[in-house]
Structures are given as structure tokens and as C-alpha cells.
């Protein structure tokens, strides 16, 4: 429960992690910048179109389903309460409607995503992705909705971000 609050999946500032992260960021950052304060921050705007999810997965259910069996733990309170497995249920981008050729209702439509991923991981294995990546409607079918995608999976790669995935989200 902590990493999903924590850190969350595959989010598109929709959803409750990005906004925590981003409301904290702008409480915090002033006292960084201008320790002496010299200035105030009046406004925080957030834009962008872009999801860079590194080392996630977009169906946490698939994860926490898969930790529990590899722990002998029921899917079942007290292990994994029924109220935040409703929760993941609600805010699980895989739960949205990601396939939809509608942009009002696809949290992903116009957006572009890079999903790097190792490919040995054997905490967060890539087929949780993949159904996922593999569906997900960013756009009309054009090269340039095409291009909005790109997935690197990192071969020889455990669960960790390297130079390499990192550099290949430019």
C-alpha cells in the first residue's frame, strides 16, 4: 500500500500520488530558492504532455496480485485490505479507459509515453506492461501518434534505472 501511495504507476497528473507530489513540490521549493526571501512564489502552473514511467507498471492489481502469491499471502485483509484494492481498482491506469478512441474520457489521448523497463527485472516483470503498452490509444492512427510511444526494455537488466533508459527518454 505505502509504494502505491508513495510512488504510485503509470500516472498522467490525474491522478492522487502526481498531485500530492506536485502540491509538496510547491510548498517546499520556496524555501529552497529563496532562503533569505528575497522572493515569493505567487503561482505553480503544471504542463506537459509527456509520461515517463521508468521501472512501473500500469496494472498495480497485476503487481500486488503477483507479490502476494510469491509471499503465500491471501489477496484478502489483513494483508491486502478490500478498501485499497477498491482504491487501486478506481485510479489503476488500466482501469481507464486507455483503449478509447475518445480523448474526453482517455486519460492517455494526446499524451506521449515512454516506458522503460529492465529486462530480467524479476520484481516488476514487463508482460504486467505489456497488454497495457500494447493497446494504449495515444491518438488518430498517424507515424506521428505512433512515434508517441516508445518502450525500452533494457535487456540483461534488473530492477534498476540506468544510464541508458534514462538517456533514451530524449
Do not use: C, W
Not at 77 to 106: D, G, L, R, W
Not at 122 to 136: D, G, I, Q, R
Not at 141 to 169: A, G
Amino acid at each position: 500500500m505505502d509504494q502505491y501511495a508513495m510512488i504510485g504507476t503509470l500516472k498522467i497528473l490525474t491522478t492522487v500520488g502526481d498531485a500530492v507530489d506536485t502540491s509538496f513540490l510547491a510548498d517546499f521549493l520556496p524555501f529552497y530558492l529563496f532562503p533569505m526571501g528575497e522572493r515569493t512564489i505567487t503561482d505553480f502552473v503544471v504542463s506537459g504532455k509527456i509520461g515517463t514511467p521508468l521501472i512501473g507498471t500500469p496494472d498495480y492489481a497485476k503487481l500486488v496480485e503477483s507479490r502476494t502469491a510469491e509471499s503465500n499471502v491471501s489477496m484478502a485483509p489483513p494483508y491486502v485490505p478490500h478498501s485499497f484494492m477498491e482504491y487501486v481498482n478506481k485510479t489503476n491506469p488500466a482501469n481507464m479507459a486507455y483503449t478509447s478512441q475518445n480523448a474526453s474520457i482517455n486519460p492517455f489521448y494526446g499524451k506521449k509515453l515512454f516506458a522503460g523497463s529492465g529486462g530480467i527485472d524479476p520484481l516488476v516483470l514487463f508482460n504486467y506492461s505489456s497488454e497495457f503498452l500494447s493497446n494504449v490509444v495515444l491518438g488518430p492512427d498517424t507515424n506521428e501518434t505512433k512515434e508517441s510511444l516508445q518502450i525500452y526494455l533494457q535487456p540483461n537488466t534488473t530492477h534498476q534505472v540506468t544510464n541508458e533508459s534514462t538517456f533514451k527518454t530524449h
